[in-house]
């Protein structure tokens, strides 16, 4: 079983960064495809951004694109996303997710997830 837990959100004036931390523990995530999805009050979760088990690969929403980085170092099995030039419409809870199948933007094939940590972007 692995356990995620993120941190790092809070507030934020719009044009501001932010860097979101996912922390795994029970077991290893090294050979897991990472990845953070968001949701937005009133919205259905949506996918931000993956990264293979190396670093190699990653994927973004076009919404986040070079804007967002999405990052891992395995050693400490944890992953990162650095926001910036942070918009009024990236407010969300971030919620980090882990899955050992292959790389997706669909929520539903990833199998372990965090609580979330709030992100409010104030213009």
């Known amino acids: 079983q692995v356990q995620l837990v993120e941190s790092g959100g809070g507030l934020v004036q719009a044009g501001g960064s932010l860097r979101l931390s996912c922390a795994a523990s029970?077991?290893?995530?090294?050979?897991?495809?990472l990845a953070w999805f968001r949701q937005a009050p009133g919205k259905e979760r949506e996918f931000v951004a993956f990264?293979?088990?190396?670093?190699?690969?990653?994927k973004y929403a076009d919404s986040v694109k070079g804007r967002f980085t999405i990052s891992r170092v395995n050693a400490k099995n944890t992953v990162y996303l650095q926001m910036n030039s942070l918009k009024p419409e990236d407010t969300a809870v971030y919620y980090c997710a882990a899955t050992y199948g292959g790389r997706s933007e669909s929520d539903g094939d990833y199998l372990y997830w965090g609580q979330g940590t709030q992100v409010t972007v104030s213009s």
């Open positions: 029970g077991r290893t995530v090294s050979s897991y495809v």
């Open positions: 990264i293979s088990w190396n670093g190699a690969i990653t």
